[in-house]
């Protein structure tokens, strides 16, 4: 039975086993493994320096920021100097008793349920906008 189906199969000649050369198909495999590690290796390449960068631009972004605040205290330093120099009756007249004033006027107008934490809070609110319009 095998021998007619062989028969039967070479009629027209011999089969040609037209697949890859296993040499072949381990070069192949071979060549795209390299091209994956390659293609692997410049993607952490790239992933490292975009961490890098990142970094970079955080530190002087921080650097700016300590900068800026040491401008602030040099600033805040040379303000508590000239208010050294002022007496304590200068140094009240010039920073506390207008916005002490304007506050209680305020409060007055109001008429609040508790005028002591309605004078504190705007106290506080002045002094924000006061340092918001230094800056």
């Known amino acids: 039975m095998f021998e007619s189906m062989r028969i039967y199969i070479e009629r027209d000649g011999r089969p040609y086993n037209y697949l890859k050369s296993v040499g072949e198909l381990n070069r192949k495999r071979e060549e795209h493994l390299r091209e994956e590690e390659h293609e692997w290796r410049d993607n952490l390449k790239k992933e490292e320096e975009a961490k890098l960068k990142i970094a970079n631009d955080q530190k002087k972004k921080?650097?700016?920021?300590?900068?800026?605040?040491?401008?602030?205290?040099?600033?805040?330093?040379?303000?508590?100097?000239?208010?050294?120099?002022?007496?304590?009756?200068?140094?009240?007249?010039?920073?506390?008793?207008?916005?002490?004033?304007?506050?209680?006027?305020?409060?007055?107008?109001?008429?609040?349920?508790?005028?002591?934490?309605?004078?504190?809070?705007?106290?506080?609110?002045?002094?924000?906008?006061?340092?918001?319009?230094?800056?």
């Open 62 to 135: 921080l650097e700016d920021l300590a900068h800026a605040r040491l401008q602030q205290i040099i600033v805040h330093m040379s303000e508590l100097k000239t208010c050294d120099k002022l007496n304590m009756r200068q140094f009240l007249m010039k920073f506390i008793i207008p916005v002490l004033t304007e506050g209680m006027i305020e409060t007055c107008k109001i008429g609040p349920l508790d005028p002591v934490d309605y004078l504190a809070e705007y106290i506080f609110k002045r002094s924000s906008e006061f340092r918001e319009a230094k800056n």
